[in-house]
């Protein structure tokens, strides 16, 4: 079993930068697919960023391309992601995924960390 516990939301205004943070416990996730999703009020879950298990491949939603970077450690067990330009468009509850497979199929999620960006 692994546990997901994310950190680093909180209140920013637009244009302003976060750093959120993933970090899993109970097995290594070295192997693991992760990324990150969010859900707005009112909205359906959608997809953020993910990384591959070596950081080679990396994959964004349109909507954050070049404002978002999603990095790993390996050693840490943790999974990061820089959030720069932020919009109040990106607020929402961000959500940390992982898991053996693709990401759109994963198995763990963490309980969600709350980014708000005020105009």
């Known amino acids: 079993q692994v546990q997901l516990v994310e950190s680093g939301g909180g209140l920013v205004q637009a244009g302003g930068s976060l750093r959120l943070s993933c970090a899993a416990s109970?097995?290594?996730?070295?192997?693991?697919?992760m990324g990150w999703f969010r859900q707005a009020p009112g909205k359906e879950r959608e997809f953020v960023a993910a990384i591959g298990w070596s950081s080679v491949s990396t994959l964004y939603a349109d909507s954050v391309k070049g404002r978002f970077t999603i990095s790993r450690d390996n050693a840490k067990n943790t999974v990061y992601l820089q959030m720069n330009s932020l919009e109040p468009e990106d607020t929402a509850v961000y959500y940390c995924?992982?898991?053996?497979?693709?990401?759109?199929?994963?198995?763990?999620w963490g309980q969600g960390t709350q980014v708000t960006v005020s105009s």
């Open positions: 995924a992982a898991g053996p497979g693709s990401i759109w199929s994963a198995t763990y």
């Open positions: 109970g097995r290594t996730v070295s192997s693991y697919s």
